[in-house]
């Protein structure tokens, strides 16, 4: 009767020892049927690791209680197997215990299903690491054990630089390998006794780390999972460029819960991206104001593009010998509750980030084309407008041909525009990208100006290396020229230089006549600045166009 179940059936006796076990019973020990190793010590039949469970289990029985314990065997060759195992007691009428029954019943499937079940709650489908929530809740454990055992706990922020550019340019897949590939490695370089690999969402990671001994554990770690970037990551041919930003806090050491601990690493990472993205920060208690101030400029930028209140300001670009006006600038304004014009430097954090970074520029682009597109509508012989570029607008693999197909769908001629790159952007990661596009750029007839020139490095070499039109001086140079011996001979120097490369050359920040006059006879031939007109609006330009010379020269007069 009982070879005709399914389950593993024993019946012991209260020695321990095999009186019976049915035919599913031999099979999953791997005993011929016709071996039933009767007498044999039952505890000797378990795994070693379970032992002790049985043995808890068979006294249980033994005073008469029903005890269960699960356990997994594998047989030679085969896959693991997990069983549910109750034991029973068997009595006499007289209530004396005479023999255990065990019932051994096979429970991989439910148990492989939960497993299943639990994974797709707590892990990451994509990378195979714990997700946010099971992040929280390993933190919040590590925290409880930390505070009874008084030690530290490390949390590292891991944010990879440029992602969203990956996925704009060569695909979302590529992203996914990337994050894949990152997983593994993140998981390979990492003690698992200590440490938590977790993917937060997007391209955030996190990682908890235990039994700390000092900063320098941090900081160790810190460096071990930025050199995961060093070894190339390839997707259909193409490299996957980028870089890691690490944020990293302590606890008690920074922060005494859950909440605060996320915030401080937090914050350390958002500071080592304001300052350029890529490399480690450990959390300091400065860094609360620093991080707000980055959210109010974010959150400003946000409310802009929100609410359509970018609005471009044309700065004229003057002949310092005629005072006639021969372009423009155009230069970021919007109108402020307080009725002021507000100001880029408002939002110098935006600029470097990608997603608002993008949107701003493509929002310029789009105003300035259209009053350049106005104008000519109007009848007025247009002059050139340039435009400045932030250099994760460049991350964009396709910059230069959205630019031109807006150009070109607004019938605007090319020579009509310029763009404005800086010194710093040349020397960026990413800096591929920029070459690329103002090679695009120039060879359709867009002019390229290099702008700040003189505040970057290796500025000889930027003007070799890309196709510059023209030199813009920074205005901190041309303020300082007539005070400042060491700046004079450079910005003299420019003044030589340009013409002899065949650069155009525009001084920017021209405040008075005395700056106009030794700027012509350095040699510089176009200026910007308060003498001649601030930034005006699209209407004023009208204006310009309609008057010409007059207008700047009735405006000069007066100042």
């Not at 340009?498 to 525009?506: F, H, K």
Request: aromatic share 6%; net charge neutral.
């Amino acid at each position: 009767m009982l070879d005709i179940s399914v389950d593993c059936i024993k019946v012991l006796n209260t020695d321990g020892t095999v009186s019976h076990m049915n035919k599913s019973g031999c099979l999953a020990l791997g005993i011929p049927v016709d071996e039933k190793k009767f007498g044999m010590r039952w505890l000797d039949l378990l795994p070693p690791h379970i032992r002790k469970r049985g043995r808890v289990a068979l006294k249980k029985a033994l005073q008469g209680k029903v005890a269960r314990f699960a356990g997994m065997s594998c047989l030679p060759n085969q896959e693991p197997e997990y069983w549910d195992n109750m034991l029973t007691p068997i009595q006499h009428t007289n209530g004396e215990i005479i023999q255990i029954l065990c019932v051994s019943r096979n429970v991989t499937q439910q148990y492989l299903t939960e497993n299943r079940l639990r994974d797709i709650s707590e892990r990451d489908e994509l990378t195979g690491l714990f997700n946010r929530r099971s992040f929280k809740l390993q933190l919040k454990r590590t925290l409880a054990y930390s505070r009874e055992t008084q030690t530290s706990v490390g949390l590292l922020l891991i944010d990879l630089d440029h992602f969203k550019h990956i996925n704009d340019t060569i695909g979302h897949s590529a992203g996914d390998h990337l994050l894949k590939i990152l997983s593994k490695r993140f998981n390979q370089c990492v003690d698992p006794e200590r440490c938590s690999v977790a993917r937060l969402g997007g391209d955030e990671f996190a990682v908890i780390v235990s039994h700390l001994e000092n900063e320098n554990d941090v900081r160790e770690l810190a460096e071990v999972l930025l050199q995961q970037l060093n070894q190339p990551i390839t997707y259909a041919g193409n490299v996957l460029n980028g870089g890691m930003s690490i944020g990293c806090a302590i606890y008690p050491q920074d922060a005494v819960d859950q909440s605060s601990l996320l915030s401080c690493a937090d914050m350390a990472l958002h500071d080592l991206k304001a300052r350029g993205r890529g490399g480690i920060r450990m959390y300091n208690p400065s860094m609360m104001q620093l991080t707000e101030a980055i959210a109010s400029q974010l959150n400003i930028a946000r409310q802009l593009i929100r609410h359509h209140t970018i609005q471009p300001y044309y700065q004229p670009k003057v002949d310092l010998k005629t005072h006639a006006v021969v372009g423009f600038e155009a230069l970021l304004r919007w109108h402020t509750t307080s009725a002021q014009r507000g100001l880029p430097s408002q939002i110098a954090k935006a600029f470097k980030d990608y997603d608002l970074a993008s949107k701003i520029g493509e929002i310029m682009q789009q105003q300035v084309l259209h009053d350049i597109a106005k104008w000519i509508k109007l009848g007025f012989v247009p002059l050139p407008v340039s435009l400045n570029a932030a250099p994760v607008e460049f991350l964009r693999d396709n910059y230069a041909e959205r630019l031109l197909k807006k150009i070109n769908q607004l019938e605007i001629p090319t020579h009509l525009i310029e763009i404005e790159v800086t010194e710093h952007m040349l020397g960026d990661r990413g800096s591929e990208y920029v070459i690329r596009a103002l090679n695009k750029l120039k060879q359709h007839g867009v002019r390229i100006a290099l702008d700040d020139f003189g505040t970057g490095f290796s500025s000889l070499t930027h003007i070799r290396d890309y196709p510059i039109d023209c030199l813009k001086v920074d205005c901190s140079f041309i303020q300082k020229m007539q005070h400042d011996p060491s700046i004079y001979a450079i910005v003299q120097a420019i003044g030589l230089l340009a013409p002899n490369l065949s650069l155009g050359l525009i001084a920017e920040g021209i405040e008075t006549p005395e700056q106009e006059e030794l700027l012509l006879q350095f040699g510089y031939n176009i200026g910007q600045g308060f003498l001649f007109e601030s930034a005006i609006d699209a209407n004023q330009v009208i204006s310009i166009l309609k008057q010409g010379q007059a207008y700047l020269e009735s405006h000069y007069s007066m100042n």
